[in-house]
């Protein structure tokens, strides 16, 4: 039961996934820029046309679309729905600079999550929490889309909320970056749950036998923004701007000494402009990703992270605990919450008994008490 993300099997939605689906959607990207001045740019009529594909896409899937206007342009909203606990938001914008078509900034995240969107309808996935896609407008000049969504969040959405940024996701000389959720390797501080998100693509990574570099969110407009109203944040980055160097060559393959994506912000940035190996396996751990929060409750992933916790403790006899975890966690599953909530008051019962005996320090106790009632409360 280590790690909630080994259990979510997304193999059927990453078959249906493609990259060849994925690049039909950018070549279409590509026509409009062609047919509307060589770009996509928020307010233009590029950006209308693209915005236009996407919602004819998504309606056609059966998606009730949403028009979420601002200053003069707008975001597209398309939702699935579930439970209010956790709501899972999956973003990428889609507008282009103005000096280029944007095909892989950012035709690359907003391609990738419009096929998942489209194949989590088409394979009928029932979606424990809610999931809200997003296209936004105006990231790449004022981030009044990211902004005016925010603030148009209720302060119960803003708790249960959490956030995934596709933004550069097929960068020709490229970088498997996953955003630094933990700040293990930056100094920005996260949201609280921005390490599960982290940790749910590395599991992943992990398990395809990929290797992964941590990056900050620095180059990203859309993340600060989120960030700053306390809703955990994570997401997938193949390069941008910055120079690829020999370590990074070494490990990820490509040109050292070359910028990730040469054709950053430029006129150059057409459907030409892409790593097809990156974008496969960023879209397919987006998907990965997606379907995981999509499917795992936020009681669920209290108590395995619970049973993670208790397992880890360097205490005698300590199998009770985590049988009555186990329970509980199957109890859970099986929609019987009555039966899981009398087995960890259970578990809080033994959790005080081996405080009295000595078996557990008070700090230990008070932290598997205070857990186990957190998912008391949310289970009642
Ligand atoms: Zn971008």
Known sequence: MLGRAAEIDSSALRAVVTLQAIRGHQAELQAIANANGGNRAEGTSGFNASLDYVADQLFAAGYAVTIESFDTTANLIAELPGSDDRLVIVGAHLDSVSSGPGIQDNGSGSAAILEIALQMKALNIESVNRVRFVWWSGEETSSHGVLSHVLNMSMSEREAALYLNFDMIGSPNFVRFVYDGDSSDSVTVNPAGSEKIEAVFLDYFAGQGLATKATDFSEHQALPIFRIAGIPVGGLFAGAFAIKTTDEAAIFGGTAGDQHDPCHHLACDTF?????????????????????????????????????????????????????????????????????????????????????????????????????????????
């Open 272 to 380: 030409a402009n892409v790593s097809l190996e990156v974008l496969d396996q960023f879209s397919d751990a987006a998907a990965h990703a997606v379907l995981y929060f999509a499917l795992t409750s936020i009681v669920e992933e209290r108590l395995a992270d619970l049973i993670s916790t208790v397992r880890g403790l360097v205490i005698p006899s300590k199998d009770g605990l985590s049988a009555k975890l186990d329970a509980a966690l199957t109890a859970v599953e099986a929609g019987n919450e009555r039966a899981a909530m009398n087995i960890l008051r259970a578990f809080i019962n033994q959790v005080e008994a081996k405080r009295r005996s000595g078996g557990l320090s008070n700090a230990e106790a008070d932290a598997l008490v205070a857990t186990a009632q957190i998912i008391i409360d949310s289970l009642s």
